[in-house]
């Protein structure tokens, strides 16, 4: 059981409002985008779910007892070293999901503080007969292409709840875990505490929010100002910007991607 009282705060927003929520759920989250199964990026993230709000939050420092850093170096599958920064902030990312109006809003690291809305995504699941336990948990076995790349997710019709980590939803049962299929992105169940009688914070969504669209475009932008650092540290890629290089570049820097 969590005996400490656990709020998030989102400092940037001016406004916020407490909601009670009923359940709580705590992950592991694993980010080794173009180096499968590295384990370069481990953060704590948790779940909570009210009535009206669903609230995903990762890198955060409050999570990290204070704050985290990782500096790593890799080596890929011809044996080129690589290295790799990452860090919890006092915002972290987030997903709030509005189960009122079915809206899912987020943010994303750019140069600057990028906060996007968009439709809850609709994820086509493959809804398997394959059952297993997860610390005790029944959970049931679903696979899906979502957003370039393809996902098992193990859920729980103990609690029907059609959330879970992240933007994946969908279900009809909370996802305890899941995982893509080339071990870059894995949310790994830690426990659970249902119902949760404490108090979270989640902000005030009314405010002006970037739409997903503009969201993309800003991601094509960071890929540009990513390969034009590239090619002033004189690493190996495409000098002229080609689509190869666009494509490599978005599977190393981004969840989600669409080729």
Do not use: C
Request: glycine share 6%.
């Amino acid at each position: 059981m969590i005996k400490k009282i656990f709020i998030i705060k989102i400092l940037f927003f001016s406004t916020i409002i407490n909601s009670q929520t009923n359940l709580l759920v705590k992950y592991t989250e694993v980010i080794s985008l173009g180096a499968p199964s590295v384990n370069l990026k481990t953060y704590n993230a948790s779940l909570f779910v009210s009535n009206d709000f669903g609230l995903y939050v990762t890198k955060i420092d409050s999570l990290e007892n204070g704050g985290k850093t990782i500096t790593k170096t890799y080596k890929d599958k011809n044996g080129k070293l690589f290295g790799i920064r990452d860090f919890s902030s006092k915002d972290g990312l987030y997903q709030i999901t509005n189960r009122s109006n079915d809206t899912l809003y987020s943010n994303a690291r750019f140069n600057n503080k990028f906060m996007y809305k968009e439709v809850v995504p609709k994820i086509d699941w493959e809804i398997t007969n394959e059952i297993k336990k997860i610390e005790g948990i029944e959970v049931q076995k679903a696979k899906a292409l979502f957003r370039g790349r393809y996902y098992i997710a193990w859920f729980t019709k103990e609690i029907p709840v059609a959330l879970g980590p992240w933007k994946l939803n969908g279900l009809p049962g909370l996802i305890i875990e899941a995982y893509d299929s080339n071990n870059e992105v894995l949310f790994l169940f830690k426990k659970i505490e249902y119902p949760y009688k404490k108090t979270f914070i989640t902000p005030n969504l009314k405010r002006e929010w970037y739409n997903y669209e503009e969201f993309i475009k800003e991601k094509e932008n960071q890929i540009q100002r990513n390969l034009k650092y590239s090619r002033a540290i004189g690493q190996h890629l495409d000098s002229k910007g080609s689509e190869t290089a666009i494509i490599k570049l978005r599977k190393k820097s981004f969840i989600e991607y669409v080729d």
